[in-house]
């Protein structure tokens, strides 16, 4: 577990690096740990060395992992999320980040309601256009974003994207960039604050934040290769030996 101490502290290096090379607030960049597939004493770890957020995948996982650990850490939704989830994800997360849908927006919107709270969310965007990835094609979000903008329950803050996977992290700049023109662009077009940029992963988050980056989703790095679905679900359920 010392491990894990010590790959924050390179990452947050990094992290440091990368905004005083581009000349942004360390203040403005925020590291969520994803931590979906790794073991709750591997988070409790992470917290010991200081990290307080934390990024899951899977809600069936997040309800059983996030009892064990202690209630003030800050939890984020990272994955795809199913429409019959939603009612059991939103007291969960305090930011989801792949409102993927238009659809998947107003059956949150209708559930949040219902809950009587008001989720904050961030738009997913298929920045590259791949046919094999969800998320928002830009015109089309350009399109229906006052659509979404009239959700009353949902709080927009900002647009996530996973770009095209490379060998290098500089090939992610140019969606990195493009993600971050687009979010300028919607406000000013609808006149809203997007404060929110939620792009890079272990292998180019640094390039990520001199892009814009508000929010850099690191996993790897931090806790190293994902846990087996068969162990993860024996050491979470406490039938490990």
Same mark, same amino acid.
């Given at each position: 577990?010392?491990?894990?101490? *010590?790959?924050?502290?390179?990452?947050? /290096?990094?992290?440091a690096?990368?905004?005083?090379?581009?000349?942004?607030?360390?203040?403005?960049?925020? @590291? &969520? /740990?994803?931590?979906?597939?790794?073991? !709750?004493?591997?988070?409790? !770890?992470?917290?010991? /060395?200081?990290?307080?957020?934390?990024?899951?995948?899977?809600v069936?996982? #997040?309800? !059983?992992?996030? %009892?064990?650990?202690?209630?003030? &850490?800050?939890?984020?939704f990272?994955?795809?999320? +199913?429409?019959?989830?939603?009612?059991? #994800? =939103?007291?969960?997360?305090e930011?989801?980040?792949?409102?993927?849908?238009? *659809?998947?927006?107003?059956?949150?919107?209708?559930?949040?309601?219902?809950?009587?709270?008001?989720?904050? &969310?961030?738009?997913?965007?298929? $920045?590259?256009?791949e046919?094999?990835?969800?998320?928002?094609?830009?015109?089309?979000?350009?399109? *229906?974003? *006052?659509?979404? =903008? #009239? =959700?009353?329950? @949902?709080?927009?803050?900002?647009?996530?994207?996973? %770009?095209?996977?490379?060998?290098?992290?500089?090939?992610?700049?140019?969606?990195?960039?493009?993600?971050?023109?687009?979010?300028?662009?919607?406000?000013? +077009?609808? +006149?809203?604050? =997007?404060?929110?940029?939620?792009?890079?992963?272990?292998?180019?988050? !640094?390039?990520?934040?001199?892009?814009?980056?508000?929010? $850099?989703?690191?996993?790897?790095?931090?806790?190293?290769?994902?846990? %087996?679905?068969?162990?993860? +679900?024996?050491?979470?359920?406490?039938s490990?030996?």
């Open positions: 577990m010392e491990q894990i101490a *010590e790959n924050l502290e390179s990452v947050r /290096a990094k992290i690096d990368a905004a005083k090379k581009s000349g942004r607030s360390l203040a403005d960049i925020e @590291l &969520v /740990a994803i931590s979906k597939t790794h073991e !709750a004493e591997k988070v409790r !770890a992470a917290l010991d /060395a200081g990290q307080q957020v934390f990024g899951e995948s899977r069936q996982e #997040a309800r !059983a992992k996030i %009892p064990l650990l202690p209630s003030g &850490v800050r939890w984020h990272v994955g795809r999320l +199913q429409k019959n989830k939603i009612r059991q #994800a =939103l007291p969960l997360f930011l989801f980040h792949s409102v993927d849908s238009i *659809e998947l927006a107003r059956e949150m919107n209708r559930i949040a309601e219902e809950e009587g709270v008001h989720p904050r &969310v961030l738009l997913e965007v298929n $920045v590259a256009g046919g094999s990835k969800i998320g928002f094609a830009l015109d089309f979000l350009r399109a *229906e974003m *006052e659509t979404l =903008l #009239a =959700l009353p329950r @949902l709080s927009i803050e900002g647009l996530m994207a996973i %770009p095209p996977l490379a060998p290098e992290a500089e090939a992610s700049r140019k969606y990195f960039s493009a993600l971050r023109d687009a979010r300028d662009q919607f406000a000013a +077009q609808f +006149q809203v604050k =997007l404060q929110q940029l939620s792009m890079g992963m272990s292998g180019d988050f !640094a390039v990520a934040i001199e892009e814009g980056a508000t929010l $850099v989703r690191v996993g790897t790095a931090i806790f190293g290769k994902r846990t %087996p679905a068969r162990l993860r +679900q024996e050491t979470i359920t406490g490990a030996d």
